[in-house]
Nanobody
Framework: QVQLVESGGGLVQAGGSLRLSCVAS????????LGWFRQAPGKEREYVAA????????YLADSLKGRFAISRDNAKNSVYLQMNSLKPGDTAVYYC?????????????????WGQGTQVTVSS
């Protein structure tokens, strides 16, 4: 089992920045990829970004390139999501996910473990 705990969410004005953190514990050696997803009220959970735990290769949803970035710190078992130039449309609960990612990184079934989420609210 892997436990994931997100933090760093909050209320920010449009144009501002936030950095989300996700700390993993448990059987972290079973993780190949960590990812971030988000879910806005009344919408499907959507893919944001993913990172290869060992190699560090990063992947980002096309619509977020230039504003968001994902990184990791293996020593701290942590993955981060840096979000810049935030817009009201970025308002959502952001979830950290981990697993072997046997399928497409942008698909939820590719991940075995999920955090509880952290709320990000961007005001206009």
């Amino acid at each position: 089992q892997v436990q994931l705990v997100e933090s760093g969410g909050g209320l920010v004005q449009a144009g501002g920045s936030l950095r989300l953190s996700c700390v993993a514990s448990g059987r972290t050696n079973s993780m190949d990829f960590l990812g971030w997803f988000r879910q806005a009220p009344g919408k499907e959970r959507e893919y944001v970004a993913a990172i290869n735990w060992s190699g560090g290769n990063t992947y980002l949803a096309d619509s977020l390139k230039g504003r968001f970035a994902i990184s990791r710190d293996n020593a701290k078992n942590s993955v981060y999501l840096q979000m810049n130039s935030l817009k009201p449309g970025d308002t959502a609960v952001y979830y950290c996910a981990a697993g072997a990612a046997r399928g497409p990184l942008a698909k939820r079934p590719s991940y075995d473990y999920w955090g509880q989420g952290t709320q990000v609210t961007v005001s206009s």
